[in-house]
């Protein structure tokens, strides 16, 4: 059974760097078969895809975002990972990693997800 | 703003049986699958519904799918208290090379 695992901390400041780390097991983030990305959730509010990036490297990011964000992946440790740069109070949220396959990217499987919240 | 519309909230009476639209544009419903996912409170999200109208293992058969055009449709029939969630819809948009969600739908189940 696959299981994502987001860990980083969990209060980051304003301005700074967001950086969250998500631990596959049970599968392979090296397979060619699936897509792993991010996708948060502020308090009480929708789901807001953030990004995504294929075993090869190819990154897929929202254009809201895209200027702030970078996903990367460690096949070697079986990891992927997000940084969102320069953030303010409107990034705190849960965040999710997920699996990702097929032509539309519809997710399979979700972490638990990290609260992370930014404080002044 | 959300790139796909969803209602608000909707309601029923259990056992009745209701639906929940998703509506987009040609550049994510209109050209790519549709997904559906359910949220109860607390948990991530859970995926209901790919492909416009297949069904993971282990989702019952009273959900359902379709999707005309630019819009979807998420269907429950046979409601249940343990359906009360969060109801989100969401694709590719092959314009922003991105996934996008609807604003998501709170069932309730009177």
Redesign the interface.
Known sequence: QLQLQESGPGLVKASETLSLTCTVSGGSTSSSSYFWGWIRQPPGKGLEWIGSIYYSGSTYYNPSLKSRVTVSVDTSKNQFSLKLSSVTAADTAVYYCARLFGVSRPIDYWGQGTLVTVSS | Q?VLTQPPSVSAAPGQKLTISCSGSSSNIGN????W?QQLPGT????LI??NNKR?SGIPDRFSGSKSGTSATLGITGLQTGDEA?Y?C???DSS?????????TKLTVL
Request: proline share 7%; net charge negative; hydrophobic share 30%.
């Open positions: 959300s790519n699958y549709v997904s996912y991530a999200p859970k995926l790919y492909e993971p969060d989100y969401g694709t590719w922003l090379s991105a996934g996008v969600f609807g604003g998501g």
